[in-house]
């Protein structure tokens, strides 16, 4: 079984900074497409940026221009930058990844989700 473990959430004040990371574990992977999806309460989860395995990128309109997503293939890593946060930012985050599994099949994989909270 494959893992994704987010860690970088927290409290910050508007305007501020933070930078999410999503490290990928587990045994016969490749990864394909990575992406940072949110959840804030009583909201659907939306996506907020999304990245190939070659580095194109995609960005919700929300946060185009604020958010910076990329990925370390080497380390199974994936980054969101996110700055100028505001407080509609506030979400759990989670890290999707589109897993290659044994070479032969494909399946989804999401984190836990980190909590991001920013105050006014």
């Known amino acids: 079984q494959v893992q994704l473990v987010e860690s970088g959430g927290g409290l910050v004040q508007a305007g501020g900074s933070l930078r999410l990371s999503c490290v990928a574990s587990g045994r016969s992977f490749a990864i394909n497409t990575m992406a940072w999806y949110r959840q804030a309460p009583g909201k659907q989860r939306e996506l907020v940026a999304g990245?190939?395995?070659?580095?194109?990128?995609n960005y919700a309109d929300s946060v185009k221009g604020r958010f910076t997503i990329s990925r370390d293939n080497a380390r199974n890593t994936l980054y969101l930058q996110m700055n100028s946060l505001k407080p509609e930012d506030t979400a759990v985050y989670y890290c999707?990844?589109?897993?290659?599994?044994?070479?032969?099949?494909?399946?989804?994989?999401w984190g836990q989700g980190t909590q991001v909270t920013v105050s006014s």
């Open positions: 999707n990844a589109n897993l290659l599994r044994y070479s032969s099949y494909y399946e989804d994989t």
């Open positions: 990245i190939s395995s070659g580095g194109s990128t």
